[in-house]
Nanobody, 126 residues
Framework: VQLQASGGGLVQAGGSLRLSCAAS????????MAWFRQAPGMEREFVAG????????YYADSVKGRFTISRDNAKNTVSLEMNKMNDEDTAVYYC????????????????????WGQGTLVTVSS
């Protein structure tokens, strides 16, 4: 599976940004997808995940109510809509794919994900 993330950039605090991740190489609709992020000097952390059908999502507490993950299986894409952003959202964002998750399972540890995009930098200015 090849993943290509895009959409990062500079945004003011309180603003919005939308990240996208395009997948190829495997039937996308069989993959649980997630977004992770990694700030300088910090470990990679789970942000949001979505099951293969899109019927279930899960968010980190720090982004709940502000971020929305969605997917389009017809276009092989997963997106992350980020609103009300603050400087703690500054990080490199990665999309990731888990081919082994169950129908209603979203893993939150990086080691559970076999495929990763290259990362896209998001910077929030205060």
């Amino acid at each position: 599976v090849q993943l290509q993330a895009s959409g990062g950039g500079l945004v003011q605090a309180g603003g919005s940004l939308r990240l996208s991740c395009a997948a190829s190489g495997r039937t996308f609709s069989t993959l649980t997808m997630a977004w992770f992020r990694q700030a300088p000097g910090m470990e990679r952390e789970f942000v949001a995940g979505i099951t293969w059908s899109g019927s279930m999502t899960y968010y980190a507490d720090s982004v709940k109510g502000r971020f929305t993950i969605s997917r389009d299986n017809a276009k092989n894409t997963v997106s992350l809509e980020m609103n009300k952003m603050n400087d703690e959202d500054t990080a490199v964002y990665y999309c990731a794919a888990d081919p082994d998750a169950g129908l209603a399972v979203i893993m939150r540890t990086p080691r559970s994900y076999d495929y990763w995009g290259q990362g896209t930098l998001v910077t929030v200015s205060s």
